[in-house]
């Protein structure tokens, strides 16, 4: 008995017609190594719209553009209604990358983020989101800053003095979230030879690893030197002490001998931005609170030999602040400066500069 052929399928014309454009465009959409032709690909690729008016299977679904430059967009779907734990699946598209992002939520619960990823040029700084970018940037811009405050207006700043008993000065300056603390020692020491007639001011930072999480490691040790170096250049002036907005001269005991040896310390307890203002003003605050105890050099002397000093316990000299200036930081944002900016202004800056002023108008140091 003869086997009977089945009879092939009859593929409808317009089948094969496009059947034979699907091909043709797969393999015109090829490089010769196998790789894809994105360009191409993405002409071909037409985006469907969005159905955030009429629910398809009970799902809608709207396209919102998070930054127009890297065209990166992203499409959110969420179900008309929730009777019970539901995912809600977003894709993220750039012309550098495509990303989902899968949330999930429960009834009467907060979002949760599960799996979230953008490209690197986009992230910013860690813990903002490309829309909170732009909206800093965006209210600086405008004059109306995410704190309400105008660009050229401070933070509420409070100043307390005589915080810590066991030295000659001390303040602490909260400004705004950013807390640090400063204190003065003085000590008997030995001018230097190339400025016999001048005392000596030592100013030292340190970072501690609870005030940021930047802090921790090696982070807070190179922020600590950054500052120090900064303080150094806007209150002692060059190294010649040219510009000093302290007076080193009034630190000279014997000159050429003795000399009274200021040991400056920062302290940064918590940390929101504009750490060298506030630093600044809590040093000017804590020498304001200094007394420096009253010397009285034996007449009988030696001239060549080291002077016989008396130091007194009860008659205290207070520190002249008169010339020690403020520092005033100005961080650009885009086309416009600020003045107290906060950690998250300054994520976005491109550049800074501190001047510190003295009560005369002078500038005594410049750092950026």
């Known amino acids: 008995m003869a086997s009977?052929?089945?009879?092939?399928?009859v593929i409808p014309w317009k089948i094969k017609l496009l059947l034979s454009a699907y091909t043709f465009a797969v393999?015109?959409?090829?490089h010769p190594n196998g790789t894809v032709n994105r360009c191409l690909t993405t002409f071909l690729d037409l985006k469907s719209p969005p159905f955030a008016t009429k629910p398809i299977h009970g799902v809608t679904a709207f396209d919102t553009t998070i930054d127009f430059s890297l065209n990166l967009w992203f499409r959110l779907y969420t179900p008309t209604a929730l009777t019970s734990t539901a995912p809600l699946s977003s894709s993220y598209h750039s012309r550098t990358t495509e990303t989902t992002l899968t949330m999930q939520r429960a009834l009467g619960s907060e979002w949760e983020i599960s799996a979230l990823s953008f490209p690197a040029q986009s992230q910013g700084m860690v813990g903002l989101s490309i829309g909170e970018q732009h909206f800093i940037q965006g209210g600086i811009a405008q004059d109306l800053r995410s704190d309400g405050r105008k660009?050229?207006?401070y933070r509420p700043i409070s100043i307390e003095t005589g915080v810590i008993p066991q030295a000659n000065g001390s303040a602490r300056v909260k400004l705004g979230a950013t807390d640090v603390i400063a204190s003065v020692k003085a000590e008997?020491?030995?001018p230097s030879p190339f400025q016999p007639d001048k005392g000596k001011v030592s100013i030292y930072v340190d970072c501690s690893p609870t005030a940021a999480p930047v802090f921790e490691g090696r982070g807070g040790d190179e922020l600590s030197a950054e500052l120090s170096t900064a303080l150094q250049r806007c209150l002692l002036g060059g190294k010649s002490g040219t510009g000093a907005g302290i007076d080193l001269s009034s630190l000279s005991i014997v000159e050429g001998k003795i000399c009274w040896d200021l040991y400056i310390d920062g302290l940064v307890v918590s940390s929101d931005g504009n750490l060298l203002d506030a630093l600044g003003a809590a040093i000017k605050a804590a020498l304001s609170n200094t007394g420096i105890p009253k010397v009285q050099v034996a007449a009988s002397a030696p001239s060549d030999g080291q002077p016989e000093v008396d130091i007194s316990d009860e008659e205290f000299l207070q520190f002249d602040t008169s010339g020690v200036p403020v520092i005033v930081t100005l961080t650009k944002v885009g086309?416009?400066?600020?003045?107290?900016?906060?950690?998250?202004?300054?994520?976005q800056m491109s550049s800074a500069i501190s001047v510190s002023v003295?009560?005369?108008?002078?500038?005594?140091?410049?750092t950026d």
Not at 337 to 342: L, P, Q, R, S, W
């Open 27 to 30: 393999n015109t959409s090829r």
């Open 151 to 153: 660009r050229l207006t």
């Open 4 to 9: 009977q052929t089945k009879p092939k399928p």
């Open 335 to 347: 086309r416009h400066y600020i003045v107290d900016a906060t950690s998250e202004e300054e994520s």
């Open 358 to 366: 003295n009560r005369q108008g002078r500038i005594c140091g410049l």
């Open 188 to 190: 008997l020491g030995k």
